[in-house]
C-alpha cells in the first residue's frame, strides 16, 4: 500500500502532467457551429462582419468598382433575429473586466452580456468532475479542463451552472459537450450573502 505522501507525490505528477497537455484556463472551447462547419461562428454584438463588408467595398473602389454599402447594418442585422432564434456564443462571450477571484458586481456586465440574458443560446465546453456518471439533471459546465470551480484562483464568468429540462439527463464525459437552451444572470449562491461561483445558469433543452 502507498503511503499517503508517495499519493500526494502522484496527484502533483498527474497534475502537472495535465497542464502540459491541455490548453489554459483562457481558451474556449470551439462554437458547436464553428465544429460542425469549420468556420468560426457570428456571435450576438460581432460587428466584424461589417467592417469585413466594409473593407471589401473600400477595396473594390480602389480598383475603380463602386458597390452600394449597407444602411445602417448593425440594426438591420438585430430587427432581423428572432428573439426565439438560438444564438451560438462561447465562453469569450461571457467574459467581462473582474480580477481572479474577486467579488462580482451587476454593474461589471456588458452590455453585450446583458443582450444575451432570457436569450436561447447554443455553447460548448466541459463538465466539472462529478461523483455520478450517469443520469445527471445538472452540472457546471467550464471553460475548459483546466478552469477551476470556485476559490481564489477562478474567474466566476469560466462556468455555467446547467440544470436540463423535463426528463432528460446526461452522462459525464472528458469529451467537450455542447448545451442549448436559455441563458440567464443567476448569481450563485443567490442571496448576496456569500461569495459568489457563479453568474450565469443556463435551462437546458438539449445536450449533446
Given amino acids: 500500500m502507498k503511503s499517503l505522501r508517495e499519493i500526494r507525490n502522484l496527484i502533483g505528477l498527474v497534475t502537472v502532467a495535465t497542464s502540459l497537455v491541455v490548453s489554459g484556463c483562457n481558451e474556449s472551447a ?121 476559490g481564489p484562483e477562478a474567474y466566476v464568468y469560466h462556468n455555467i451552472i446547467v440544470d436540463l429540462l423535463n426528463d432528460q439527463t446526461v452522462s459525464y464525459s472528458l469529451k467537450p459537450i455542447t448545451v442549448e437552451g436559455t441563458l440567464s444572470i443567476r448569481p450563485f449562491p443567490p442571496g448576496g450573502e456569500e461569495k459568489e461561483v457563479s453568474i450565469f445558469h443556463l435551462s437546458g433543452e438539449k445536450a449533446y
Fill in 30 to 150: 470551439p462554437s458547436a457551429a464553428a465544429e460542425s462547419s469549420g468556420n468560426e461562428a457570428t456571435t450576438i454584438g460581432d460587428d466584424n462582419i461589417y467592417t469585413s463588408v466594409e473593407a471589401t467595398a473600400k477595396a473594390s473602389e480602389t480598383n475603380g468598382e463602386k458597390q452600394a454599402q449597407p444602411t445602417d447594418p448593425p440594426a438591420a442585422k438585430k430587427s432581423s433575429r428572432s428573439s426565439n432564434e438560438i444564438v451560438d456564443i462561447t465562453f469569450d462571450d461571457l467574459k467581462f473586466d473582474i480580477e481572479k477571484g474577486g467579488d462580482f458586481e451587476p454593474s461589471m456586465l456588458t452590455d453585450k452580456i446583458k443582450d444575451l440574458d432570457g436569450r436561447r443560446v447554443r455553447i460548448r465546453g466541459f463538465m466539472l468532475s462529478s461523483f455520478q456518471n450517469h443520469g445527471l439533471k445538472n452540472f457546471v459546465l467550464l471553460q475548459n479542463v483546466n478552469c477551476p470551480f470556485g
